[in-house]
C-alpha cells in the first residue's frame, strides 16, 4: 500500500519546479510579492514551510476547503431543520 508521500510525490514536484512567479499572490494583507526569494523554488525545511504556507498556493486551497465546508454546514443545518419541522408537522397529524 503506498503511502500519501509517496502518492503525491510527483505534484510536489511539480510545483517545486513551477516558476515564482506562476504562483499567484495570495498575501493576508492583500499586498503584492515585491520580491522573490531564490530558494523559493528549492525543497524547502521547516523554516521554509512557514514561508510557503503563507505566501504560496496551499493558502488558496485552505480558502476554498473552508468555503466548502462553510457550505456543508450551512446545507446539514438546513437538512436538520427540514426534518424537524417535517416531524412537527407529523405530528400534528394524529
Same mark, same amino acid.
Given at each position: 500500500?503506498?503511502?500519501?508521500?509517496?502518492? /503525491?510525490?510527483?505534484?510536489?514536484?511539480?510545483?517545486?519546479?513551477?516558476?515564482?512567479?506562476?504562483?499567484?499572490?495570495?498575501?493576508?494583507?492583500?499586498?503584492?510579492?515585491?520580491? !522573490?526569494?531564490?530558494?523559493?523554488?528549492?525543497?524547502?525545511?521547516?523554516?521554509?514551510?512557514?514561508?510557503?504556507?503563507?505566501?504560496?498556493? /496551499?493558502? &488558496? /486551497? &485552505?480558502?476554498?476547503?473552508?468555503? @466548502? &465546508?462553510?457550505?456543508? !454546514?450551512?446545507?446539514?443545518?438546513?437538512? !436538520?431543520?427540514?426534518?424537524?419541522? @417535517? @416531524?412537527?408537522? &407529523?405530528?400534528?397529524?394524529?
Amino acid at each position: 500500500m503506498e503511502t500519501r508521500m509517496e502518492r /503525491y510525490a510527483k505534484y510536489r514536484e511539480q510545483i517545486r519546479r513551477m516558476a515564482p512567479m506562476d504562483f499567484p499572490s495570495a498575501n493576508s494583507r492583500g499586498e503584492a510579492r515585491e520580491s !522573490i526569494d531564490p530558494e523559493f523554488s528549492m525543497p524547502y525545511d521547516d523554516e521554509g514551510f512557514e514561508e510557503v504556507a503563507h505566501n504560496g498556493p /496551499y493558502l &488558496l /486551497y &485552505l480558502s476554498r476547503r473552508k468555503r @466548502w &465546508l462553510v457550505i456543508k !454546514i450551512v446545507l446539514l443545518l438546513l437538512a !436538520i431543520g427540514g426534518f424537524v419541522l @417535517w @416531524w412537527f408537522l &407529523l405530528q400534528g397529524r394524529k
